[in-house]
């Protein structure tokens, strides 16, 4: 074990040799285990002094068929940012050529959070994929220690346990900044995503990143923090121009937030990319209906979705051996905002 992290049934499959499936069996009483590998997993059980919790005892080694898309956001806010129905179509499409069926569940209060412990310790599903993870949520911990399959679009950190599949963040902001810096920019404010997010704090590196090989002070006061929604990109582009008016160029760290900085820039009078250059990420379809329309960094949102559902398939049905963890490559896409 490394640092204080708990041991789940994943980490005594491991010592063991032998899959979740075998372990979960011999917590609960099955005899359905040869006596070789229960003598392993009971050996693995007391050296990593691993103590089986009330949804470790209660899952069944049957298969429902049945994944959980699990979505630790509001109703609205599913339906207002591209990203996530671009998610869901990827994940979709993958599960569209099994038998596995996809239930949707928004987790957004402690209730709903002891529902999706229920379905998990009730076997009511074979595995979790996990989007829009925050540094200090609970779910990840909680389904790591469960033993549950489990894989998360983005991740917590650059230590993350779990399977992920996430894009270039941190080289896609810096491909955008560098765009922007190309193009004879020097004032370039920049928008963030929530900060408790790696998402957001890789692509305020990136901004970071390319001001620094480009030899160009970036200049803190130029960073206002978002939360990747509309609200938030406008009110950010408001304080940045009362702040320093001089600011030539603006990255936002979503496409959502790059035109919602659009509407207050042209609300104030200000001509795009005339006055100040604009540049998202994503490369949703709001940015190719902007006026003008808006270059961002493309990432693969659909196939981030395909990939994390084909990385889940083959831990529940245990081919996969170890944690799988993706970085997807970003491409820049210049459009008439720059």
Known sequence: MTGNRRPTIKTVAARAGVGRTTVSRVINGSELVSADARARVLAAIKELDYVPNSVARGLVTNRTNSVA??????????????????????????????????????????????????????????????????????????????????????????????????????????????????????????????????????????????????????DERLIEVGDFTEESGRRAMRSLLERAPDLDAVFAASDLMAVSALSELRRQGRQVPGDVAVVGFEDSVLARHTNPPLTTIRQPVEELGRMMAAILLDEISEVASAERQLTLPTELVVRESS
């Not at 779910?139 to 894009?167: F, I, K």
């Not at 020097?186 to 890789?202: F, H, P």
């Open 69 to 218: 898309l699990v979505i630790p956001e509001s109703e609205s806010r599913l339906g207002s940012e591209p990203y996530f129905a671009a998610l869901i179509r990827g994940v979709s499409g993958a599960l569209s050529k099994t038998r596995t069926q996809l239930q949707l569940m928004l987790v957004r209060d402690q209730s709903e959070r002891d529902q999706l412990a229920e379905s998990v310790a009730t076997s009511r599903v074979d595995g979790v994929l996990l989007v829009s993870v925050h540094a200090h949520d609970q779910l990840p911990g909680m389904l790591e220690e469960m033993g549950l399959p489990t894989v998360l679009a983005g991740r917590r950190d650059e230590n993350e346990p779990l399977s992920y599949v996430t894009a270039d963040n941190t080289g896609g902001a810096t491909a955008a900044v560098r765009h922007l810096l190309d193009s004879g920019r020097r004032r370039i404010a920049t928008i963030t995503g929530a900060l408790d997010m790696d998402v957001g704090r890789s692509r305020l590196e990136g901004w970071r990143a390319a001001h620094a090989e480009a030899g160009v002070a970036a």
